[in-house]
């Protein structure tokens, strides 16, 4: 006799995927926010990313915290509290840091609002953690990765409409805004964002700890022991913390009217260290993978080289996903890129986030179980949908799309591309691996809108770079997946 299938838990779905939304609007929304604070608080472009440094550096610590506590406990926290109460109390953390938010907003410090998107993103972080298996347990296995797909879904979305919100909260307007007026703005509309933010984020946290029908999610399977793994974790952080000091302490008593040879020196000094800190992060995962490998107690599954090869590959594809996204505003003011003011970069801040979302919209078709044909015809049609939504959403805003009408283009390269890989991911992840590694050489090397098309191409190539990465890291790890 067959089981009835388990409903699924609308509510607690439709408030989940909510939470999904906010982690991809705010995400987005800080690469406008990052010309924005460098011209409202004069910072140079080193400053201004420490925006995403500090978001960014949450998620990390909020990870090696987690990593930590299994290794030395002997059981995963998340599974320990439960998923249910994992997400309650993500989002509660997050809560906190947009109330840190908007305090530090009202007392116009950037320090403090560094803090308060630390502490947003250290919610996130335990959130994140939890979500995925959690949203599996919200209605029957057996569509527990349309769920999954669906909350992915409506994240890339919430990086698409982020930069759109988020500029128009801080410039009030769709025109033109030089860098001077700026610095004459009222940050009033950002905690109003924030607020409603942080209440959506109480309420999300209300309804998941009130209702009875959403399950705890709690696993008391113990973890390996990665002792040798967690030290070489510790000792690669204490490395990273030693590469930035110097560039933090550089700022120190440092003169107001440097000279275009003496800060081009700084730069390079600080640059060495920066590329010190990037050889910390390979050196040390490779090393350590080769040590596991002759004798592999304590260390986890770093031993398997698939995993450790895979953790390398995520660490460059998030970075250069993360480093445009951040770095476009500034690009996009230069001349030779259209010279555009800060009020003006959203659409295509937007459009390179919805390009993340075209890549994942296009590379979810495959979870579905369609008929060969109906597959290649999905696979044309929903690129261009995505493509739609993020012109129409802009257009919506009022801003002017006209710049981006012929990067259609590069979505229909993307799909020529997905046509070619037959939906096997080495062949996909090689790829769209060189596809992405192209763009990135013709936006270093030309000038205007080809390298920017060139630039925003890499948000189509990067989620589906991802994916393959963490589908072909966890071949042959058996349980140690969990």
Excluded at 223 to 239: D, H, R
Excluded at 375 to 392: E, N
Aim: hydrophobic residues 50%; glycine residues 12%.
């Amino acid at each position: 006799m067959t089981q009835p299938k388990q409903p699924t838990n609308t509510g607690a779905l439709t408030t989940l995927v909510v939470v999904f939304f906010f982690w991809g609007f705010i995400a987005a929304g800080n690469s406008v926010f990052i010309p924005f604070c460098k011209h409202y608080f004069s910072l140079d472009q080193f400053q201004s990313q420490l925006i995403d440094f500090a978001f960014y550096l949450a998620y990390y610590l909020g990870a090696l915290g987690l990593f930590a506590y299994g290794a030395f406990g002997g059981k995963d926290l998340v599974g320990k509290w439960g998923y249910k109460k994992s997400i309650v109390y993500g989002l509660l953390f997050s809560a906190i840091g947009a109330a840190a938010m908007i305090i530090a907003v009202n007392a116009n410090t950037f320090a403090g609002m560094l803090v308060g998107l630390f502490i947003v993103a250290l919610g996130f972080s335990l959130q994140q953690t939890a979500a995925q298996p959690f949203s599996i347990t919200l209605g029957d296995p057996s569509t527990g990765t349309s769920r999954v797909n669906l909350g992915g879904g409506v994240n890339s979305f919430g990086t698409t409409i982020g930069p759109i919100v988020v500029a128009l909260a801080l410039f009030g307007t769709t025109a033109a805004i030089t860098d001077e007026q700026i610095k004459g703005l009222s940050l009033s509309k950002v905690i109003v964002l924030y607020s409603c933010v942080g209440g959506l984020f109480i309420a999300a946290a209300a309804l998941f700890h009130f209702s009875k029908k959403v399950p705890a999610g709690i696993m008391e399977e113990k973890t390996e022991p990665a002792n040798k793994a967690l030290t070489t974790l510790i000792i690669m952080t204490g490395l990273l913390v030693v590469m930035f000091v110097p560039i933090f302490n550089s700022y120190k008593n440092l003169a107001p009217d440097l000279s275009a040879a003496a800060q081009h020196e700084l730069e390079t000094y600080r640059m060495k260290w920066l590329f010190g800190a990037l050889a910390v992060v390979v050196v040390g995962l490779i090393a350590a993978n080769y040590t596991a490998q002759k004798k592999s107690d304590g260390w986890g599954a770093m031993k398997y080289p698939q995993l450790v090869l895979g953790m390398l590959g995520i660490f460059v594809y998030v970075g250069v996903e993360v480093s445009i996204g951040s770095n476009l505003g500034e690009l996009l003011k230069q001349a030779d890129f259209g010279g555009y003011q800060s009020s003006q970069i959203a659409p295509f801040i937007s459009m390179y986030w919805g390009s993340l979302m075209i890549g994942r919209w296009a590379g979810a078709i495959s979870a579905f179980e369609l008929k060969s044909s109906t597959h290649k015809v999905m696979t044309f049609i929903v690129p261009l949908v995505a493509f739609g939504i993020v012109i129409g959403a802009n257009s919506i805003a009022q801003y002017d799309m006209t710049p981006l009408y012929w990067y259609i283009i590069c979505v229909l390269i993307q799909i020529g591309a997905f046509y070619i890989s037959k939906d096997k991911p080495a062949r996909t992840l090689l790829i769209f691996s060189v596809l992405g590694v192209t763009a990135m050489a013709i936006g270093i090397f030309t000038k205007g809108t080809v390298a920017t098309y060139a630039f925003l191409s890499g948000g189509l190539c990067g989620p589906i770079i991802g994916h393959g990465f963490f589908s072909l890291r966890f071949m042959g790890l058996g349980n140690k997946t969990l």
